[in-house]
């Protein structure tokens, strides 16, 4: 049984109400809110785990009430069991339009009955706890925005990714995990110092060393959300470089996971053109220019530069430059026209774009 309480809407001599009698019995936490009761108010304040209606003593305010809880954000997650006269297909179809969770005929086998509740509990739990892991990410993106020199930086790495990565040909799944990648790829940063991170003069060797660690950190920090494994390689890797010179791991070619190519691509594209405090903006032709010299020296694939370019040429990268509201980045992927941001890091040379 459900460990959280069951709040039966019904009448005490109806079907609801025999029902909630017999799960007292059986030992459930169970509480009848009779007609002329106002539920939503007994609901706001007990929280119950689950909402069991019965439409026949209910009436016509049971289908409003699934609506306005289904509706409210506070409530949408809460499972709603309705339960409705035999044979009633219209009752049964305003119920689940209405938003119920699943709806039952009369007579109710009690066993059925909770059976469906358990299942309705646990399936909410489920939702709410991906809910919780993408609140996660937006509140670990946030404290990243706070951080960077450059607002919007996250929503734009993430959508200039996602402007190259369909000139890729990649698959939904790799898609989702680019967007996710892009955003959160300098997710390690969080934890360096401000004294490193925003240091204005050269970094001392110790320092840049440390700014490099926020590669394998950041790893380490999504190894702990199952929904972000598939964007551990970008954050591990999106400083690699194809000659093996690159951290954490000095991967070489096709080692390199293809996403993390992408994203170091954008994020030195990113670096040149939106700026940092300690270098004015430059153009997207220089830093068209720098990706090349960098596939030139052997560093990046010259097929995706060249695909990046024909991207910034087309213009498909200006209207992911406009600030947009921060997504579900699960559903990211659906949505192309999106505007998302990172914290790049800090070059070793003030000169350079970033710490590659
Ligand atoms: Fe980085």
């Given at each position: 049984m459900t460990a959280g309480l069951v709040l039966v809407v019904a009448a005490v001599h109806s079907e609801g109400g025999r029902k909630c009698a017999e799960m007292k019995r059986h030992g459930v936490r169970a509480c009848l809110v009779g007609p002329g009761i106002d539920a939503r108010a007994v609901i706001d304040a007990t929280r119950p785990a689950v909402v069991v209606i019965d439409m026949v003593s209910a009436g016509a305010s049971a289908s409003n009430l699934c609506r306005q809880l289904k509706r409210d954000v506070d409530t949408r997650l809460l499972p709603i069991v309705l339960i409705c006269e035999p044979h009633d297909r219209g009752a049964r179809l305003a119920g689940l339009q209405s938003g119920a969770d699943t709806v039952l005929h009369m007579p109710v086998d009690f066993e059925e009955l909770m059976a469906r509740v358990r299942h309705t509990v646990h399936a909410s739990q489920f939702i709410g706890d991906l809910e919780s892991a993408a609140s996660i990410i937006m509140t670990l993106t946030a404290m990243l925005e706070a951080r960077t020199?450059?607002?919007g930086h996250c929503h734009r790495m993430a959508n200039y990714a996602m402007a190259l990565g369909r000139v890729s040909a990649l698959s939904e799944p790799e898609s989702q995990a680019l967007y996710r990648g892009a955003f959160?790829?300098?997710?390690?940063?969080?934890?360096?110092p401000d004294a490193v991170t925003h240091k204005s003069g050269p970094l001392e060797s110790h320092e840049y060393e440390l700014i490099k660690s926020h590669t394998v950190v950041g790893d380490a920090l999504c190894a702990n959300l199952r929904t972000l494994h598939a964007v551990r390689p970008i954050v591990r890797h999106h400083h690699e470089r194809l000659d093996g010179t690159?951290?954490?791991?000095g991967l070489r070619g096709d080692e390199v996971p293809l996403l993390a190519q992408i994203v170091g691509i954008i994020d030195v594209f990113e670096a040149i053109t939106a700026g940092r405090a300690y270098e004015r903006p430059r153009t997207a032709d220089e830093a068209i220019r720098v990706l090349h010299d960098e596939a030139d020296r052997g560093w990046r694939r010259h097929d995706l530069v060249d695909g990046f370019e024909s991207v910034v040429r087309a213009g498909a990268l200006e209207s992911a430059r406009r600030p947009g509201p921060l997504l579900d980045p699960g559903s990211a992927?659906?949505?192309?026209g999106s505007s998302v941001v990172s914290v790049s890091d800090r070059p070793a040379d003030p000169g350079r774009a970033t710490d590659r």
């Open positions: 020199c450059s607002p959160l790829h300098d997710i390690g940063m969080l934890a360096l690159g951290y954490p791991d992927a659906t949505r192309p």
